[in-house]
């Protein structure tokens, strides 16, 4: 999931900071889900899916 996020964030031109501002969490937070350090909750994650307009199985699937 780390890489999906990190991929889609910087994909859409946006900092940490700027994702996290987006779905009200710090940029530790976001910084620690891409690099493996924190697992969102499933409310966390499905407002990852929901601003990335993805689903949350594209997000934890690592099998790409």
Not at 12 to 34: K, Y
Request: hydrophobic fraction near 40%; avoid cysteine.
């Amino acid at each position: 999931m780390q890489n999906t996020v990190r991929s889609l964030r910087v994909q859409r031109g946006l900092s940490q900071g700027d994702l996290g501002a987006a779905l009200a969490v710090s940029r530790q937070t976001i910084n620690s889900i891409e690099t493996g350090r924190y697992l969102p909750s499933l409310p966390l994650a499905m407002a990852l899916a929901r601003y990335f307009e993805t689903t949350v199985e594209e997000m934890f699937d690592d099998e790409e």
